[in-house]
């Protein structure tokens, strides 16, 4: 088993920054694909970055790329989401989420067997 926890979320002005982190038990977290997703009231949740296990590939969706970067310190058991530049339309529940195989591919919720229990983004204008 794996548990995650998410911790960084706040409230920010639009334009600002915020690190998101993931806290992961279990030595196996060291060979889990990690993403971040988030969900808005009234959306699906959605796919925000995806990282390896080794943390040499990494995934964004169109959204956030360029803005956004996703990390990892498997020592650490940690997962990061560095949120720069942020917009209005980030404001969510962030969640990471892990996973061995990620069957369905990276960027879909369903391929992540282990979620963290959400952190909240707030991004005023």
């Known amino acids: 088993q794996v548990q995650l926890v998410e911790s960084g979320g706040g409230l920010v002005q639009a334009g600002g920054s915020l690190r998101l982190s993931c806290a992961a038990s279990?030595?196996?977290?060291?060979?889990?694909?990690m993403g971040w997703f988030r969900q808005a009231p009234g959306k699906e949740r959605e796919f925000v970055a995806g990282?390896?296990?080794?943390?040499?590939?990494?995934y964004y969706a169109d959204s956030v790329a360029g803005r956004f970067t996703i990390s990892r310190h498997n020592a650490k058991n940690l997962g990061y989401l560095e949120m720069n530049s942020l917009k209005p339309e980030d404001t969510a529940v962030y969640y990471c989420a892990a996973d061995l195989r990620v069957q369905f591919g990276i960027h879909h919720a369903v391929s992540y067997e282990y979620w963290g229990q959400g952190t909240q983004v707030t991004v005023s204008l």
């Open positions: 279990g030595r196996a977290f060291r060979s889990y694909t």
């Open positions: 990282i390896s296990w080794s943390g040499y590939n990494t």
